[in-house]
């Protein structure tokens, strides 16, 4: 399938998370079309098996090839770290993910060579990170922690409350320690959390957004493959979900920084 200019990016996550990409993205390239599909009848993945991790992402990937993207970023951490291959494999288009987008963040961002990764459970677990990052700088440091509870405080939107603040204190304590210079915020959710945790770690540490990272590596690419959209007209934003919980428009508003609109449910 060759790619088209004129069609959508397909960006896809195993819940709402990954509209901090969309967002990102919209933000960094505002002519370009995006179709975002988020499985929210399964999520959470971190707790299921690799093989039904690659499972589920290939059914997702093959829907958005079969709606002619250009494109596909895997904006899930978990997804990427697990089954990033299997896309790859898949697609005869370009595929991009979040681990790789801040592997190079980080290493662009360090100055003494001393990375601190913080993300879920699963994604520090598979140290993909680290992986991503010693193949392209192994003399980088990497001290990696997860932090479980970051996830469900963003989704009750305790963004700046003193529970927030006081787990952030915790979890980042033994990363701290180690000296770092720079924090990549590997979970799509902890963007949203970007001024808190950037008050407990200080100003001498930057965060790498995964977001912003991806956005900058899509819009690079894309002026590299000569795929950017030569329109400049209004975009078409669709988003796609497995099921529609309750609280999924207040959340993903949230993370969206915008109205949630063109919302179509997906049953398998």
């Not at 069609?7 to 993205?25: E, H, K, Q, Y």
């Not at 140290?127 to 980088?140: G, K, L, T």
């Not at 469900?152 to 770092?180: C, F, M, N, S």
Request: with cysteine; net charge negative.
């Amino acid at each position: 399938m060759q790619a088209n200019p004129g069609n959508a990016i397909g960006v896809f996550d195993s819940g709402v998370g990954g509209l901090t990409v969309v967002r990102a993205l919209m933000e960094r390239l505002p002519f370009e079309d995006i179709i975002y599909f988020g499985d929210t009848a399964r999520v959470p993945y971190g707790v299921k098996s690799v093989e039904t991790i690659s499972h589920y992402t290939r059914e997702i990937a093959e829907f958005l090839l079969q709606k002619q993207v250009k494109l596909l970023i895997i904006a899930c951490n978990t997804m990427a770290a697990v089954a990033s291959q299997v896309v790859k494999d898949l697609s005869p288009v370009p595929v991009l993910d979040v681990i790789d987008a801040g592997a190079l963040g980080a290493i662009a961002a360090t100055s003494r060579r001393q990375v601190g990764i913080i993300g879920t459970p699963t994604t520090i677990n598979s140290n993909a990170y680290a992986r991503a990052i010693h193949q392209y700088e192994p003399d980088v440091r990497i001290f990696s922690q997860a932090c479980p509870l970051f996830v469900p405080l963003v989704e009750e939107g305790w963004l700046d409350h003193p529970v927030t603040r006081l787990t952030a204190q915790e979890y980042l304590k033994p990363v701290l320690a180690q000296d770092i210079d720079t924090m990549v915020l590997g979970c799509t959710h902890y963007p949203l959390l970007k001024p808190l945790l950037q008050e407990v770690a200080g100003s001498g540490v930057k965060l790498v957004d995964s977001a912003e990272a991806m956005a900058e590596e899509t819009a690079a690419l894309l002026a590299e493959l000569n795929l950017a959209n030569p329109q400049r007209s209004q975009p078409d934003y669709q988003f796609y979900v497995t099921d529609v919980p309750l609280r999924f428009q207040t959340i993903g508003e949230r993370f969206l920084g915008r109205t949630l609109s063109n919302v179509h449910v997906v049953k398998w």
